[in-house]
């Protein structure tokens, strides 16, 4: 048995993961269903980072096992590099699981053997010669960095190193696409940026295709090229990261992202902002924009238009994937119906207005 590909070539134009219509239904003995998937369709391109994001028991662990079907669904097609899975036999399934790497939160390394037994690990099962074995083992701990870690074992390493043993024994067999389960949510924020920036760099260099799950927009923010927000078994919405991030269309989406890129506005700032004339309302907004826009024009513009005040309290340009954006924060001041109606223009123009109170 060698370690060449698993699984047929992909036609080049099929996505590597295709999943339709997926639902996963579990039953308590009391009779109750729980629809941890509850009618999920998504496409993961060929060479794209992609990534699943949702609160704890949005369904994002049953999802993600459901692509090498360590989950089977209860109705549904999953398609990974254009074949059906569900189709095959227990041998083939095996045989294509070797094509689909997995990393997991908390590492899953045997503490009873060494960094470079443990990459060899999914080498053995499949029956790789040892000659084979140890040349592959070498190559990938050199991928991820490790070269110099090969006898020591998995007590002896940080977090990190950890992660990277398991990236590196997920990529053993030469996957062609990896599977992260909150591949960094055990780690701090330093480490968690490496390990994002390792995968990417795997990606590029091996090009994988790569589904991760994570419950925080940072990660999706840092590394992916599209992101699905789950919830209760559902997918919200999904798109470019960049799109998602700028024109969010569901509030659970708005509230992920507020957390990630809100706006941080001394406490003193908004105390000493003056209050409303009588009759008039004080809102404070955080404007998000992108696009061609410019955002000082479309104040001045809005103040002429509806006869309000608008105050930058404070701007900043963020990014994503190099695509820039803008965030400010706003003191508006005028009567409840000009405010209103400049949002809802604000919101024509395409740009994203939150009260502040939900960012900082
Ligand atoms: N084996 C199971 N038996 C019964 N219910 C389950 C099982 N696995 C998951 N569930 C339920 O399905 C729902 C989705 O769980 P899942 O673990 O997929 O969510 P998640 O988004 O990954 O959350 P977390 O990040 O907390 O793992 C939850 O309500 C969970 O309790």
């Known amino acids: 048995m060698s370690v060449s590909s698993p699984g047929p070539a992909p036609a080049q134009s099929s996505p590597a993961i295709q999943l339709r219509g997926l639902l996963r239904h579990f039953h308590n003995r009391a009779g109750a269903v729980t629809k941890a998937l509850d009618g999920v369709s998504l496409e993961v391109a060929q060479g ?15 999802l ?9 669904p209860t109705q549904g097609e999953v398609r990974v590099l254009g074949e059906d899975l569900m189709l095959l036999d227990d041998a083939a399934l095996r045989q294509r699981r070797r094509g689909i790497g997995m990393v997991f939160q908390h590492f899953n390394l045997l503490s009873s053997r060494t960094v470079a037994e443990n990459v060899a690990f999914p080498l053995e099962v499949a029956g790789v010669p040892k000659a ?45 696409i ?31 295709t790569v589904l991760l799950i994570t419950h925080e927009m940072a990660v999706v923010k840092e590394i992916c090229d599209r992101v699905a927000v789950m919830e209760a078994g559902q997918v919200l919405e999904q798109g470019r990261v960049f799109d998602v991030f700028t024109r969010p269309t569901h509030p659970t989406t708005r509230s992920f992202i507020a957390g990630t890129i809100g706006h941080s506005v001394p406490t003193g700032t908004v105390a000493r902002l003056p209050a409303p ?65 400049a949002v809802a223009w604000f919101e024509e123009l395409g740009l994203v207005v939150t009260p502040l109170a939900e960012v900082i």
């Open 178 to 208: 990896l599977l992260c389960d909150e591949a960094t949510s055990a780690l701090d924020p330093e480490t968690t940026h490496d390990i994002l920036g390792l995968i990417r760099q795997l990606r590029d260099k091996l090009d994988l």
């Open 132 to 176: 084979e074995r140890t040349a592959r083992v070498a190559e990938v701990l050199g991928l991820v960095g490790l070269a110099q870690k090969a006898e020591n074992y998995p007590a002896q390493l940080s977090g990190g190193q950890k992660q990277r043993v398991g990236i590196a024994r997920a990529l053993a067999p030469r996957p062609r």
């Open 48 to 62: 794209e980072i992609f990534g699943i994001v949702g609160r704890s028991g949005a369904g994002k662990s049953t």
């Open 277 to 341: 004339r009588p009759g008039e309302e004080k809102r404070l907004l955080q404007v998000l924009f992108a696009g061609p826009n410019s955002t000082r024009a479309v104040i001045s513009e809005a103040s002429r238009r509806y006869g309000i005040d608008l105050d930058i309290i404070s701007g900043r340009i963020d990014e994503i994937a190099g695509e820039p954006f803008g965030l400010m924060a706003l003191a508006a001041y005028g009567p409840s119906t000009a405010l209103d109606e």
């Open 64 to 72: 993600i096992r459901c692509v090498n079907l360590l989950e089977r």
